[in-house]
């Protein structure tokens, strides 16, 4: 099974974007969605996460601006975002966890907001 992640591009200052992330085939229903993004030169980071009971958390850095939402019928998870700006540019990579059973990572989708 791979995560397949879309939605990707190059947007304006302000602009907006949703990213949307499913996997290849049947999985069990993942404890635990997330969506994290790496920069050049910088480590990999947490953008959102969402628990299968809709527990959400949103780094410092996106609160306000980015929405976790997720389908549990189709094991989808979503990432609205909007009011970009240049330091959000990066991979963003989903992630989909369920305890005991699997991790899986998704191939990253690029997202470049210019100035």
């Known amino acids: 099974v791979q995560l397949q992640a879309s939605g990707g591009g190059l947007v304006q200052h302000g602009g907006s974007l949703r990213l949307s992330c499913a996997p290849s085939g049947s999985i069990l229903t993942p404890n635990l969605m997330a969506w994290y993004r790496q920069a050049p030169g910088k480590q990999r980071e947490l953008v959102a996460s969402i628990t299968n009971l809709g527990s959400i958390n949103y780094a410092d850095s996106v609160e306000g601006r980015f929405t976790i939402a997720r389908d549990n019928a189709k094991n989808t998870v979503l990432l609205q975002m909007s009011k970009l700006n240049p330091e959000d540019t990066a991979a963003y990579f989903c992630?989909?966890?369920?305890?005991?059973?699997?991790?899986?990572w998704g191939q990253g989708t690029q997202v470049t907001v210019s100035s």
């Open positions: 992630y989909m966890r369920r305890y005991g059973a699997y991790i899986y």
